[in-house]
């Protein structure tokens, strides 16, 4: 970037204490970090402006930390509690309110930030018959204690396999909670646009279920951040 982006920058930064950044297509891509995205978080931490991260990853925010160091970015740089994911407010709502309970777990395939999602909330896996919820934070895997099964819905966008699954819920009176009201996610690299749980919640919603949200644009994710944001910057 030439002088006057630089300078612009800081009049801008000038007129804020803080800035909340979203995650894919913002400071990255999901693969790489955008251009100059790394050098301006720093610029602006080291300026003393408090910053947060406000994102609909299913997952909580120590896996996004992670991979942001992975990609460049110094976690220091961002004020811990503003680090906000849907899957974070999910993971607090989980402990808090549903405690001692069971859910089928339609999620992502296993891997880093989703084996040891459960873990901390006293959250169980039940078939649906015992069951007391659904909880939605991926589309191509089931899981419901006694099996695992992969479903292809995060590529093709087919709701066909969660009929039998949503229609017994519903008639259960069971509610679903989504950790990611994303219906779609842009392509990375290489890669072709994938469904996500917000497509789920839609269909559910539109069968007569009932969902609880997490993340944007529901407006508790915004204030979780913004009040995290008052919070001290985190220092390695």
Same mark, same amino acid.
């Given at each position: 970037?030439?002088?006057?982006?630089?300078?612009?920058?800081? $009049?801008?930064? !000038?007129?804020?204490?803080?800035?909340?950044?979203?995650?894919?297509?913002?400071?990255?891509?999901?693969?790489?970090? =955008? %251009?100059?995205?790394?050098?301006? *978080?720093?610029? =602006?931490?080291?300026? /003393?402006?408090?910053?947060?991260?406000?994102?609909?990853?299913?997952?909580?925010?120590?896996?996004?930390?992670?991979?942001? &160091?992975?990609?460049?970015?110094? @976690?220091?740089?961002? *004020?811990?509690?503003?680090?906000?994911?849907?899957?974070?407010?999910?993971?607090?709502?989980?402990?808090? %309110?549903? #405690?001692?309970?069971?859910? *089928?777990?339609?999620?992502?395939?296993?891997? %880093?930030?989703?084996?040891?999602?459960?873990?901390?909330?006293?959250?169980?896996?039940?078939?649906?018959?015992?069951? %007391?919820?659904? =909880?939605?934070? /991926? +589309?191509?895997?089931?899981?419901?204690?006694?099996?695992?099964?992969?479903? +292809?819905?995060?590529?093709?966008?087919? &709701?066909?396999?969660?009929?039998?699954?949503?229609?017994?819920?519903?008639?259960?009176?069971?509610?679903?909670?989504?950790?990611?009201?994303?219906?779609?996610? @842009?392509?990375?690299? /290489?890669?072709?646009?994938?469904?996500?749980?917000? #497509? &789920?919640?839609?269909?559910?919603? $539109?069968?007569? /279920?009932?969902?609880?949200?997490?993340?944007?644009? #529901? $407006?508790?994710?915004?204030? !979780?951040?913004?009040?995290?944001?008052?919070?001290?910057? !985190? $220092?390695?």
């Amino acid at each position: 970037a030439g002088s006057t982006n630089s300078h612009t920058w800081e $009049r801008l930064a !000038a007129q804020y204490d803080g800035f909340i950044f979203d995650q894919f297509g913002v400071i990255h891509n999901g693969v790489t970090a =955008l %251009d100059g995205a790394p050098e301006l *978080v720093t610029q =602006l931490a080291a300026a /003393g402006k408090k910053l947060g991260i406000l994102s609909n990853s299913s997952k909580r925010k120590a896996w996004s930390l992670r991979e942001l &160091l992975k990609l460049g970015f110094l @976690p220091e740089s961002f *004020v811990s509690t503003a680090v906000t994911t849907s899957g974070e407010q999910a993971w607090h709502a989980l402990a808090a %309110d549903w #405690h001692g309970k069971c859910c *089928v777990w339609i999620s992502k395939v296993d891997g %880093d930030g989703v084996d040891d999602f459960l873990d901390g909330t006293g959250v169980g896996l039940a078939g649906i018959e015992k069951a %007391d919820f659904l =909880l939605n934070s /991926g +589309t191509n895997v089931v899981r419901d204690g006694e099996s695992v099964q992969a479903i +292809t819905t995060e590529q093709t966008g087919d &709701l066909a396999p969660f009929e039998i699954l949503f229609a017994r819920a519903i008639m259960r009176g069971l509610p679903m909670i989504c950790a990611n009201p994303d219906f779609i996610s @842009p392509p990375k690299p /290489g890669k072709r646009t994938t469904y996500q749980p917000g #497509h &789920l919640a839609a269909e559910y919603e $539109r069968l007569g /279920g009932h969902v609880l949200y997490y993340g944007k644009p #529901h $407006r508790r994710h915004f204030e !979780a951040c913004i009040a995290g944001a008052k919070g001290p910057r !985190a $220092r390695s």
